[in-house]
């Protein structure tokens, strides 16, 4: 496995470094301490595993989508300090493969890099625990099908997965809106087709990416 290193802080790409130089199929191919310095390696070196802190000075979470227009087969494994469920997510959606903290154990980052280079994705359990705690479960979510492109989505769309993720029902939301239930079904598949998801956890993610809905609502909601 080829990989580069990509993080703004000198001590923490030479930390990375020497933890990944023991494993004997991994191999360090060159470090990037900003998105220009990260492409400019894509470019030269063609590795197929990128450990990155999107979140590091010189980085931001835009690099990760561009890499991937110049060359798809790259993976990349985030290893970031403490995020929001919602950022977590937004970095799945531009393309990252794995996530792990920075605090994790030394371990579960060798793991991560294994995982991911063999083709599997690779989540440490703080991580899980974030996302799952805002009620989205990583694996009803159809990451591979989302796309860096526009979602467009009309007025009318917008009001349904409002209420979808308020947890009403097809008949509630049909009954609210007058419609038949028939056409918010049809809706709600729409839907589910332009924002590349599988089920109603999808569509909660999106409500909350965009800020439709709080996410305090799943943080705080009172458990039966």
Same mark, same amino acid.
């Given at each position: 496995?080829?990989?580069?290193?990509?993080?703004?802080?000198?001590?923490?790409?030479?930390?990375?470094? @020497?933890?990944?130089?023991? &494993?004997?199929?991994?191999?360090?191919?060159?470090?990037?301490?900003?998105? /220009?310095?990260?492409?400019?390696?894509?470019?030269?070196?063609?590795?197929? #595993? %990128?450990?990155?802190?999107?979140?590091?000075?010189?980085?931001?979470?835009?690099?990760?989508?561009?890499?991937?227009?110049?060359?798809?087969?790259?993976?990349?494994?985030? +290893?970031?300090?403490?995020?929001?469920?919602?950022?977590?997510?937004?970095?799945?959606?531009?393309?990252?493969?794995?996530?792990?903290?920075?605090?994790? /154990?030394?371990?579960?980052? %060798?793991?991560? %890099?294994? &995982? @991911?280079?063999?083709?599997?994705?690779?989540?440490?359990?703080?991580? #899980?625990?974030? +996302?799952?705690?805002?009620? +989205?479960?990583?694996?009803? #979510?159809?990451?591979?099908?989302? @796309?860096?492109?526009?979602?467009? $989505?009309?007025?009318?769309?917008? &009001?349904?997965? %409002? #209420?979808?993720?308020?947890?009403?029902?097809? &008949?509630?939301?049909?009954?609210? $809106?007058?419609?038949?239930?028939?056409?918010?079904?049809?809706?709600?598949?729409?839907?589910?087709?332009?924002?590349?998801?599988?089920?109603?956890?999808?569509?909660?993610?999106?409500?909350?990416?965009?800020? $439709?809905?709080?996410?305090?609502?799943?943080?705080?909601?009172?458990?039966?």
């Amino acid at each position: 496995m080829n990989v580069i290193i990509a993080d703004g802080n000198d001590l923490i790409r030479i930390g990375l470094r @020497t933890i990944l130089a023991a &494993e004997r199929d991994i191999s360090i191919v060159g470090e990037a301490h900003n998105n /220009e310095g990260l492409i400019d390696q894509i470019k030269s070196f063609g590795a197929s #595993l %990128v450990l990155i802190d999107y979140t590091s000075s010189g980085f931001d979470i835009d690099v990760v989508p561009k890499i991937l227009s110049l060359n798809k087969n790259v993976k990349f494994i985030a +290893i970031t300090p403490e995020q929001s469920a919602q950022t977590l997510v937004d970095a799945l959606r531009s393309g990252v493969t794995s996530y792990v903290k920075k605090d994790c /154990e030394l371990s579960e980052i %060798v793991n991560a %890099v294994s &995982e @991911t280079g063999h083709g599997n994705k690779f989540f440490c359990g703080q991580i #899980l625990e974030t +996302i799952q705690r805002a009620n +989205i479960d990583v694996n009803d #979510l159809d990451f591979d099908s989302f @796309t860096c492109e526009a979602v467009v $989505l009309s007025d009318r769309e917008n &009001e349904i997965i %409002v #209420l979808i993720a308020e947890g009403l029902t097809n &008949e509630q939301i049909a009954d609210q $809106l007058f419609l038949s239930k028939h056409t918010v079904n049809t809706h709600r598949k729409n839907i589910m087709s332009k924002l590349g998801v599988k089920n109603t956890a999808g569509i909660v993610m999106y409500a909350v990416k965009m800020n $439709l809905i709080s996410p305090n609502k799943f943080l705080f909601a009172p458990t039966i």
